[in-house]
């Protein structure tokens, strides 16, 4: 008798879901943490060939890698983050469901998309990079630094796309860890091979791109290895290269899902490249200075986590705010030694950074919504109010009043409108399917 009470105890342990049955807010922290680390190690790739470059090589250097070049990379690798997101929300929900054999469809079209996304946009990248740089006005004194330094990451995008869907798989099923483990060694490898190449053999923007793209194809390595492998998570089959299919109507919905998500991401870091467009024409110095600162149908669950999300993003904007407000002058001093660059740099980054409250609630409402598979109607909220809104005020505003702060003037701006235009589609969407608590 004691016996079977144990195994009904295990057995009801093992049948409650943390993520819809735990503690929110702790659900939350454990699966944010390294989520968000993640997020961050996946920035200084690109932060830390800013900063070895810039210190080593000079602010010419640093203008090629975070000016233009360094926009347009993270805006590729941004999309094919989101697109990945897409098979996430399939796997994630088949996982829940306990449903088999679409997860074992889910993990073997998602890794076949990701070999095809990353092919086809290393393909066009590389015919393209020359063209795209100079639409995005990178000065001329840069462009062949610039173009040689995107063409070598372009060529890591299999890598990347595979990275991005082979951990968005984890997530799925709960497994946040083993990815940001995975991203932090790798991150540590990309700043070991940085100073080597750059500072200890001198191959400038080259071995910095380079370091890059090694350092992520040791990542996508890592993790497909651990699919491989089998991860030991419940239903979740082992990823077999042999089978890898890309069937039709599984493409299509992880597609369908994904590309919202993906041009979400792209709208942010394009309008941020026609910022940087704009910011060309202040010169090298303003340019190295921006890039230096650059199922379960709980529905009252859901508004329960939107509102404790929402409190924990604030804690956490805020806390970041405030150390990156105080330390400005050291943060930008990793990057460069200029103290032209540096004066200019901390003036934008103060001026900047107490507006960056406002972007929370649209993140925290883009999120929600696309947990439950609603992403087409908020990536065009994010389309309007980010990037025609941003496009607009480059076009129209900034010639009226062409300064540095009027220029930064519509971040804010921006993340108003957004957050504002999300807070009554929320309201909207979720009144349609439960009453809100």
Not at 8 to 23: C, K, L, M, S, Y
Not at 288 to 313: C, E, F, K
Not at 395 to 423: E, G, K, M, N, Q
């Amino acid at each position: 008798m004691r016996n079977d009470s144990i195994e009904n105890a295990n057995t009801d342990r093992e049948a409650v879901n943390p993520i819809t049955e735990g503690v929110i807010w702790k659900q939350l922290l454990l699966y944010f943490a390294p989520l968000l680390g993640a997020s961050f190690l996946q920035l200084l790739y690109n932060t830390a060939d800013t900063i070895i470059v810039g210190r080593f090589v000079g602010k010419t250097a640093l203008t090629a890698v975070g000016g233009s070049a360094g926009q347009i990379y993270a805006m590729v690798t941004e999309f094919m983050i989101g697109v990945s997101g897409g098979a996430g929300v399939i796997l994630s929900q088949a996982y829940g469901a306990k449903n088999e054999k679409l997860l074992d469809d889910g993990l073997h079209n998602a890794v076949a998309l990701a070999l095809v996304l990353g092919t086809v946009f290393m393909t066009a990248g590389l015919i393209v990079s020359g063209p795209v740089l100079r639409l995005a006005g990178a000065p001329q004194e840069t462009m062949k630094e610039s173009v040689l330094y995107l063409r070598i990451v372009l060529c890591g995008l299999i890598s990347n796309a595979l990275y991005n869907m082979g951990a968005s798989a984890l997530r799925a099923v709960g497994d946040s860890k083993r990815p940001f483990r995975f991203l932090l060694f790798c991150s540590v490898l990309n700043i070991t091979l940085d100073l080597l190449f750059v500072a200890g053999l001198g191959l400038g923007i080259g071995g910095a791109a380079l370091a890059t793209i090694l350092s992520q194809t040791l990542s996508a390595g890592l993790v497909l290895r651990t699919l491989i492998r089998g991860t030991g998570r419940e239903l979740l089959p082992c990823l077999d290269l042999r089978v890898l299919r890309l069937k039709r109507d599984m493409a299509l919905k992880m597609l369908r899902l994904g590309l919202p998500l993906g041009f979400e991401t792209l709208m942010y870091t394009f309008s941020c490249v026609v910022l940087t467009s704009a910011v060309n024409t202040f010169g090298t110095d303003t340019v190295a200075a921006y890039a230096g600162n650059l199922g379960a149908g709980r529905m009252d669950r859901v508004h329960r986590v939107v509102r404790q999300g929402a409190v924990l993003m604030y804690m956490f904007m805020g806390t970041t705010i405030a150390i990156m407000y105080t330390g400005c002058p050291i943060w930008l001093g990793l990057f460069t030694a200029d103290t032209g660059v540096i004066g200019i740099g901390v003036d934008m980054m103060r001026y900047l950074l107490p507006f960056y409250i406002l972007y929370v609630p649209s993140g925290v409402f883009f999120a929600a919504l696309r947990g439950m598979g609603e992403s087409l109607r908020p990536t065009i909220i994010t389309f309007l109010g980010v990037c025609v809104l941003r496009i607009l005020w480059v076009a129209f505003v900034f010639p009226a009043h062409p300064t540095i702060r009027a220029l930064l003037f519509c971040f804010p701006v921006s993340w108003t409108v957004t957050s504002i235009t999300y807070l009554v589609y929320y309201l909207s969407f979720m009144r349609k399917r439960a009453p809100v608590y």
